[in-house]
């Protein structure tokens, strides 16, 4: 099964910038997409951003033109570059995949990561006023 390993959260004040990379192994040759969501306290979770084995991308509404999905297929890890950080921003930032599939928005992340794929543990990103 594969394993997902999140990093690089942590404190900034608004405006600021983070980069978040998940790590992940065992996974199997073919389809596949991978994202970020994130869940607030007393919030549902939110999908942030996905990215397809064909290298294409989709942001949410509320961190489109902010946040930007990468990859790096050589070290097998999955990049978040938070830029103008804001205090909503605050939230517990996850990594998912999910095998065999081609496309994947972030409103479908959460739901179809949850049913077929796999989560990271989370990390952390505070952003102060």
């Known amino acids: 099964q594969a394993h997902l390993v999140e990093s690089g959260g942590g404190s900034v004040q608004s405006g600021g910038s983070l980069r978040l990379s998940c790590a992940a192994s065992?996974?199997?040759?073919?389809?596949?997409?991978m994202g970020w969501f994130r869940q607030a306290p007393g919030k549902e979770r939110e999908g942030v951003a996905t990215?397809?084995?064909?290298?294409?991308?989709n942001h949410g509404d509320s961190v489109k033109g902010r946040f930007t999905i990468t990859q790096d297929n050589a070290k097998n890890t999955l990049y978040l570059q938070m830029n103008n950080l804001k205090p909503e921003d605050t939230s517990m930032y996850y990594c998912a995949a999910v095998e065999g599939w081609s496309s994947l928005s972030p409103d479908n992340l959460v739901v179809v990561t949850s049913r077929f794929g796999v989560w990271g543990q989370g990390t952390q990103v505070t952003v102060s006023s």
């Open positions: 990215i397809c084995g064909d290298g294409s991308t």
């Open positions: 065992g996974y199997t040759y073919g389809s596949y997409c």
